[in-house]
T-cell receptor, first 116, second 113 residues
Framework: DAMVIQNPRYQVTQFGKPVTLSCSQT?????MYWYQQKSSQAPKLLFH???????NEADTPDNFQSRRPNTSFCFLDIRSPGLGDAAMYLC???????????????FGPGTRLLVL | TQLLEQSPQFLSIQEGENLTVYCNSS?????LQWYRQEPGEGPVLLVT?????EVKKLKRLTFQFGDARKDSSLHITAAQPGDTGLYLC?????????????FGKGTLLTVNP
């Protein structure tokens, strides 16, 4: 059974045309992450939500925004995609216990974004 | 800033050979996760190691967590073409309020028939 679901799996957009990628989870995890991954490289963290608290990475461009309307869903908005934003976008979730210890992160299948 | 050095970055071997991938750090991790990723897919969790000195086996894959929880290795015995993929190690920080994984750069493994 799918635990972290991403839609769509493939997204084609035009240069400068806003696009939204979605992620949902059935794990009831309190932390959700968005990563950008380029060919055969490690995923690069863009931002994450701990419950409703948004945490942006210092080097994430302003062009990238995120929303988490509830525990299960998280969205990645790219306001004006450039050619350099073509990549695989991965959503992941994990549970952080009250002790502060982080449990395993589980990834979705990813959305491959193509910018024309 | 925690760093996780993963080696080798690229590995191309023949079917039936053995191989080992290493992840090393000067930082202590509360746990370390290994993922395998196939082209066009998200990383799939292989194993999480938590205890220093822990050894876990998954069929032909053997994972070890260093005694000091600063390093880990993945050993594959008798590699098969289906093992081809990008292997990622990722460490979870020890303590504090940092909920981000530190990733190694990945090992791109190709197993030729």
């Amino acid at each position: 059974d799918a635990m972290v679901i991403q839609n769509p799996r493939y997204q084609v957009t035009q240069f400068g045309k806003p696009v939204t990628l979605s992620c949902s989870q059935t794990l009831n995890h309190n932390v959700m992450y968005w990563y950008q991954q380029k060919s055969s490289q490690a995923p690069k963290l863009l931002f994450h939500y701990y419950d409703k608290d948004f945490n942006n990475e210092a080097d994430t461009p302003d062009n990238f925004q995120s929303r988490r309307p509830n525990t299960s869903f998280c969205f990645l908005d790219i306001r004006s995609p450039g050619l350099g934003d073509a990549a695989m976008y991965l959503c992941a979730t994990s549970r952080v216990r009250g002790s502060g210890d982080q449990e395993t992160q589980y990834f979705g299948p990813g959305t491959r974004l193509l910018v024309l | 800033t925690q760093l996780l050095e993963q080696s080798p970055q690229f590995l191309s071997i023949q079917e039936g050979e053995n191989l080992t991938v290493y992840c090393n750090s000067s930082s202590v991790f509360s746990s370390l996760q290994w993922y395998r990723q196939e082209p066009g897919e998200g990383p799939v969790l292989l194993v999480t190691v938590v205890t220093g000195g822990e050894v876990k086996k998954l069929k032909r894959l053997t994972f070890q967590f260093g005694d000091a929880r600063k390093d880990s290795s993945l050993h594959i015995t008798a590699a098969q073409p289906g093992d081809t993929g990008l292997y990622l190690c990722a460490g979870a920080p020890s303590g504090g309020s940092n909920y981000k994984l530190t990733f190694g750069k990945g090992t791109l493994l190709t197993v030729n028939p």
